[in-house]
């Protein structure tokens, strides 16, 4: 069983930064692909960034290149979201997300595991 715990959210003035963690447990994530997505109020849950935890090769959502970085520590199993520049449009809970044969990692039912979220809210 995985388990995906992520952590960092909090009030950010626009501009600001703020930085993500998913800590994940229960296996091996060699084989692994790690994504962010994020959700506002009323709208569906969206990719935001992805990384396949072997080669590390990352991927990002045309709304966040360039001002977001995402890694990963493999010994302590964790995933970060650098988020900098931030703006109100930002605003959502963001999901921390886990899979194991994921092919296209913006399609968010290709992933077996979620975080419980984090709240992210970027004052204009």
């Known amino acids: 069983q995985v388990q995906l715990v992520e952590s960092g959210g909090g009030l950010v003035q626009a501009g600001g930064s703020l930085r993500l963690s998913c800590a994940a447990s229960?296996?091996?994530?060699?084989?692994?692909?790690m994504g962010w997505f994020r959700q506002a109020p009323g709208k569906e849950r969206e990719f935001v960034a992805a990384?396949?935890?072997?080669?590390?090769?990352?991927y990002y959502a045309d709304s966040v290149k360039g001002r977001y970085t995402i890694s990963r520590d493999n010994a302590k199993k964790t995933v970060y979201l650098q988020m900098n520049s931030l703006k109100p449009e930002d605003t959502a809970v963001y999901y921390c997300?886990?899979?194991?044969?994921?092919?296209?990692?913006?399609?968010?039912?290709?992933?077996?595991?979620w975080g419980q979220g984090t709240q992210v809210t970027v004052s204009s």
């Open positions: 990384i396949r935890w072997s080669r590390g090769t990352t």
């Open positions: 229960g296996r091996t994530f060699s084989s692994y692909a």
């Open positions: 997300a886990a899979g194991r044969t994921v092919v296209v990692v913006t399609a968010k039912d290709e992933y077996d595991y």
